[in-house]
């Protein structure tokens, strides 16, 4: 099946930007359906943006709407999350995801079978 590994994460200050990449490998399945998670110490991992396979349906969490970008390049087998204007309460470990079921647009962890380690976003105030 898919293999999903993050890059990118790393240590800044709040206000900062990070551009996080998920590069895909093994086998992947043209119609799936990409997304991010984070999840903070204590927390439930919870959905960050999602994007349809064409691009043509993204869709964020409220908190991040405005501030980060999600993106994919088939070509390359990569999926991206631009994050500006960072702040403290964006820490997490962040997880890219895959869903291949045709057609879904989901929010839930559940819908997403293949999942990357994660990579650590940590925002100093």
């Known amino acids: 099946q898919v293999q999903l590994v993050e890059s990118g994460g790393g240590l800044v200050q709040a206000g900062d930007s990070l551009r996080l990449s998920c590069a895909a490998s093994?086998?992947?399945?043209?119609?799936?359906?990409m997304a991010w998670f984070r999840q903070a110490p204590g927390k439930e991992r919870e959905f960050v943006g999602g994007?349809?396979?064409?691009?043509?349906?993204?869709y964020y969490a409220d908190s991040v709407k405005g501030r980060f970008t999600i993106s994919r390049d088939n070509d390359l087998n990569m999926v991206y999350l631009q994050m500006n204007s960072l702040k403290p309460e964006d820490t997490a470990v962040y997880y890219c995801?895959?869903?291949?079921?045709?057609?879904?647009?989901?929010?839930?962890?559940?819908?997403?079978?293949?999942w990357g380690p994660g990579t650590q976003v940590t925002v100093s105030s």
């Open positions: 995801a895959a869903d291949g079921f045709v057609g879904r647009l989901s929010r839930a962890t559940t819908d997403f079978g293949a």
């Open positions: 093994g086998r992947t399945l043209s119609a799936y359906t």
């Open positions: 994007i349809s396979w064409t691009g043509r349906s993204i």
